[in-house]
């Protein structure tokens, strides 16, 4: 019988905000309330305590890339971070769009405290051609699919794969992107590109497809999620898809609401992104949509990449960052700290709206699954990257201090069948 004594017990969809004792037996919370009794005691002085946090995009990279991350790897980096679920993206090597490969993650994960929510292709080896069998996939429990890492450019293809998600209620999610816009970009168009001598992405390369996929849910009726959106104009769709009653949700990362374009030129291949680093302008615009509630969800893009694949020149280099370990702290310090949010809205972002994107619980309440995130908003951290559980230490992050620190993730075993 677990017992965690002395935390602020904070869940906005139950209304708690208390200073009360929390036990769990059986991997269940059984009570709630001041003074409870217990023998396994977690101290949580000081700390908040929180529904399982969530990161709804995750690259693993097993099968295939072990050489940047392993399931194991890449789970107890989650858990370090203060995760309790990831959901991994399905551009591993094959592409997941099967329930072979589904099955095969979900073999590797067992035995870890932390939850994989598999994500799998729309199209079959995230060609863009054919369709996965999302019937099939759908019926064997998968609850969302993308071809992340690129878009589904065929609009007529998309609204197919949109329409039979619709049938099981599956969630449709998009890397937004137009290729022939983005053709050989490598980081955001603007002055510093020029600067550098880089070729640029616009905005517009995003904004393109977040409008299509706005218009393609507002068509089918499906459940849509555009994921890491990075821009001023993607936001305004956003804004107007919401208004609108249109069931398309988003995301944004940590290193899009703390980093502009300019990081390139401190960090380097550490800043390379894709989406790329935009301008302080849509930085703004992305801090009061995350203020607001246009924005969603929270999820770091975790991409590691392997030494070789970064220590190259700067066009050549892969896109990406790691950022299971340093997602939660950017939060705390650059939205919580500096008073944009507050606590319930960073679990609203963190935890509840991922929850309820990808159908799985997440709740504080007598009778919930024990999964609890527990955090230091007061602490302060110096990003080490040389400690990072993650296999790849591709961040512009490291030596920087930030105010808020994830203590532990507390997961509940997952129920068999899912
Ligand atoms: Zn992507
Ligand atoms: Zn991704």
């Not at 590109?193 to 507002?218: D, T, W």
């Not at 951290?381 to 400690?387: D, G």
């Not at 961040?395 to 201090?401: A, C, I, K, L």
């Amino acid at each position: 019988m677990t017992l965690i004594k002395n935390g602020r017990v904070i869940d906005p969809s139950t209304g708690i905000d208390d200073q009360i004792d929390l036990r769990i037996q059986d991997e269940k919370i059984v009570a709630l309330g001041k003074n409870l009794q217990g023998d396994d005691i977690i101290d949580a002085s000081g700390l908040i305590v929180a529904p399982g946090f969530i990161d709804m995009h995750v690259h693993l990279r097993e099968p295939g890339q072990t050489d940047s991350e392993t399931i194991e790897t890449g789970l107890k980096a989650a858990a370090a971070g203060g995760f309790t679920a990831v959901a991994c993206m399905p551009n591993t090597v094959p592409p997941n769009d099967s329930i072979e490969t589904t099955q095969f993650i979900l073999h590797k994960a067992k035995g870890h405290s932390v939850e994989v929510v598999p994500i799998a292709a729309i199209t079959r080896m995230q060609k863009g051609e054919h369709l996965s069998d999302i019937d099939r996939l759908c019926r064997h429990g998968v609850v969302a699919f993308s071809d992340d890492g690129k878009p589904v450019v065929d609009s007529a293809l998309m609204r197919k794969g949109m329409e039979t998600a619709l049938r099981y209620d599956a969630l449709i999610i998009d890397h937004c992107e137009d290729p022939y816009l983005f053709r050989g970009g490598a980081m955001n168009e603007s002055i510093v590109s020029v600067e550098l001598g880089l070729p640029g992405i616009p905005s517009a390369a995003e904004e393109i497809m977040v409008e299509r996929n706005i218009l393609l849910a507002k068509l089918t009726g499906a459940r849509v999620h555009l994921a890491h959106l990075s821009t001023a104009g993607s936001m305004t769709l956003m804004r107007w898809a919401k208004a609108n009653g249109i069931r398309a949700t988003c995301e944004v990362t940590p290193h899009h609401f703390t980093l502009t374009d300019e990081a390139v030129l401190k960090y380097g291949t550490n800043a390379k992104m894709n989406p790329p680093l935009r301008s302080q302008q849509d930085v703004d615009v992305i801090l009061a949509a995350i203020k607001d509630g246009t924005v969603d969800v929270i999820a770091s893009d975790h991409a590691p990449h392997s030494e070789s694949k970064k220590s190259v020149d700067f066009k050549q280099a892969a896109f990406g960052i790691v950022g299971l370990e340093t997602s939660v702290s950017l939060g705390l310090d650059r939205l919580v700290k500096t008073g944009i949010i507050g606590f319930n809205r960073l679990i609203e972002l963190y935890s509840l709206n991922p929850a309820r994107l990808l159908k799985v619980d997440r709740g504080i309440y007598v009778g919930a699954a024990a999964n609890l995130t527990l955090f230091d908003p007061a602490r302060q951290i110096t990003i080490e990257a040389s400690r990072f559980h993650s296999k790849s230490r591709n961040t512009p992050f490291n030596g920087w201090t930030l105010q808020g620190v994830p203590v532990r993730a507390i997961c509940a075993e997952v129920p068999p069948g899912r």
